[in-house]
């Protein structure tokens, strides 16, 4: 194996280094989504939050507006402090953020579409939410290697489905409410533990 | 510059060999989409089968159509893949493999998507055939950001735009049309530019399989 050399040209060596570098990056991915965690266990509670407004409380049509304007400024506030707390991105963290980045364009212009015409609550449209989450969770699981991230997508899918046979309104709050509860706070806080963790594991070694 | 050293005591040529890596990867990935751009060709046709089947000679069994065509198109995928796998000499780096896992989901959610709504006859609703050119856009867009691809980028625009246009126009003669364009037209035209394009620009031996 020592003079082990590829037809391009690639030496162990070499080789090596690549396999460093790239596992080094998954792991980096990996912690930059568990240091996003919390955005996760946000949006899953903003749904919660919207359809017990849309429940119990009066106003319901402005439930959801509110609730996602809400979502979406703290997203955005807390972001850009982490941002700005200095931490170096790999390549592979920056995917990770493109990815969450085209999912939350292409879900608002979806939703923005579909409100505006009056195609909302029906099965295809609950569906294709569903499926979008899933599709970028599914997405960031294949580039990071991570099977935590694979149920949660495998989880927003199999809802996804669910909402093609349950089509009641009911049916389609319980669906929506197991996804948000699953697949996103229960993630959410995964990642938020796995974060701590390891922070908690340098400081130790630092001490 | 000769002296230049970042904080964490990475040197400048350590830094000018990781942007090269990066470069090159990017290079690959351009590549591997070119490489695979035989199946945005295979399924745009696939498309335009089925629906002028439906529409032109729905004598024929026309609502088989799409269950008919669609699983051809995935057996032609495979079997395409099969084919190409058995070349050899392809590296298959970072970028690729990332490219290769944005296409991987997006087939999986597509397939699942799609098979539940024939299924519960759903596939009717403006929001699926939305759906459907909202992931389709998705998936370039991921895409484009990862290999820095402005015409891809293009192409999810296109795409979006076509979802959009689904809900405003509100309509079935438009959504045939858009359909048309987009999974037709747009799918084949872009496969035959990252076909004859991208081996020619990218410029390397290998690329990925």
């Not at chain 1, 509110?66 to 703290?74: K, L, P, S, Y």
Request: with cysteine.
């Amino acid at each position: 194996m020592t003079d082990m050399e590829r037809k391009d040209g690639t030496t162990r060596d070499e080789l090596v280094q690549r396999v460093a570098l790239m596992e080094a990056m998954i792991a980096e991915g990996r912690r930059s989504t568990a240091r996003w965690g919390w955005v996760f266990v946000m949006w899953g509670l903003i749904y919660f939050a919207a359809m017990a407004w849309v429940i119990f409380l009066p106003f319901k049509a402005w439930a959801w507006p509110v609730c996602v304007a809400v979502g979406v400024v703290v997203s955005v506030v807390k972001g850009r402090r982490q941002r700005a707390s200095g931490r170096s991105e790999s390549q592979r963290t920056r995917s990770i953020g493109a990815v969450w980045q085209v999912f939350g364009v292409a879900i608002t212009l979806y939703i923005i579409g579909a409100i505006t015409s009056h195609h909302v609550n029906v099965p295809a449209y609950n569906a294709t939410i569903l499926f979008f989450v899933g599709m970028a969770h599914g997405t960031s699981a294949r580039i990071l290697r991570w099977g935590a991230q694979g149920l949660a997508a495998a989880i927003w899918w199999a809802c996804g489905i669910a909402t093609f046979f349950f089509t009641t309104q009911n049916e389609i709050i319980a669906i929506f409410l197991v996804a948000s509860f699953f697949g996103m706070i229960l993630f959410g806080l995964y990642a938020m533990w796995l974060e701590r963790r390891r922070a908690a594991a340098l400081e130790q070694h630092h001490a | 510059m000769t002296e230049f050293e970042r904080e964490d005591g990475t040197t400048r040529d350590e830094l000018v060999q990781r942007v090269a890596l990066m470069e090159a990867m990017i290079a690959e990935g351009r590549q591997y989409t070119g490489r695979n751009a035989w199946i945005f060709v295979l399924w745009g046709l696939v498309d335009l089968t089925a629906w002028a089947w439906q529409n032109y000679v729905p004598v024929f069994g026309g609502r088989w159509a799409w269950p008919i065509c669609l699983p051809a198109g995935v057996v032609l995928t495979l079997a395409g893949k099969m084919l190409q796998k058995s070349d050899k000499g392809y590296s298959r780096s970072g970028v690729c493999s990332r490219v290769m896992g944005v296409w991987g989901m997006m087939g999986l959610a597509m397939g699942i998507y799609v098979a539940s709504a024939i299924l519960t006859h759903f596939s009717w609703q403006y929001s699926y055939i939305a759906g459907l050119l909202m992931m389709l856009g998705m998936a370039h867009a991921i895409s484009a950001m990862f290999l820095r691809w402005r015409m891809q980028g293009w192409v999810a625009a296109v795409y979006w735009a076509g979802g959009v246009a689904i809900f405003v126009c509100n309509s079935w003669k438009a959504t045939n049309a858009i359909m048309l364009i987009e999974m037709g037209v747009v799918m084949v035209l872009f496969g035959l530019y990252a076909m004859g394009r991208e081996p020619k620009r990218s410029g390397l031996q290998g690329g990925c399989a």
